[in-house]
Nanobody
Framework: VQLQASGGGLAQAGGSLRLSCAAS????????IGWFRQAPGEEREGVSC????????YYADSVKGRFTISRDNAKNTVYLQMNSLKPEDTAVYYC????????????????????????WGQGTQVTVSS
């Protein structure tokens, strides 16, 4: 089982991209899904999460008001709409399953960390030029 992130690319500052997270061999509607990103020389950081029902969401302060997470369980896909992109958004973006908190009850108290997530796949590169 693996989650596959796609939709990355090159964008100008102020532009938009939409990332998709699809799974093979796994029904995503049973799981909370998180988006993480990792820039060169940096630790992997949580960007946004969505609960299994889609009711609860989490956004890192750095992306609030610019990024929107959503899910289409009929398509077994989770999306990350990224608007008003900044050069500091440049990173490899990954999606993964939250093993610990499928309902997203603790994200705003204990921000998501990679150790609590699994089924990592290859990420998708997002590059934002100034």
């Amino acid at each position: 089982v693996q989650l596959q992130a796609s939709g990355g690319g090159l964008a100008q500052a102020g532009g938009s991209l939409r990332l998709s997270c699809a799974a093979s061999g796994l029904t995503l509607d049973n799981y909370a899904i998180g988006w993480f990103r990792q820039a060169p020389g940096e630790e992997r950081e949580g960007v946004s999460c969505i609960s299994s029902s889609g009711v609860s969401t989490y956004y890192a302060d750095s992306v609030k008001g610019r990024f929107t997470i959503s899910r289409d369980n009929a398509k077994n896909t989770v999306y990350l709409q990224m608007n008003s992109l900044k050069p500091e958004d440049t990173a490899v973006y990954y999606c993964a399953v939250d093993w610990r908190d499928p309902y997203g009850r603790t994200w705003n108290v204990f921000p998501p960390v990679p150790a609590d997530f699994g089924y990592w796949g290859q990420g998708t590169q997002v590059t934002v030029s100034s």
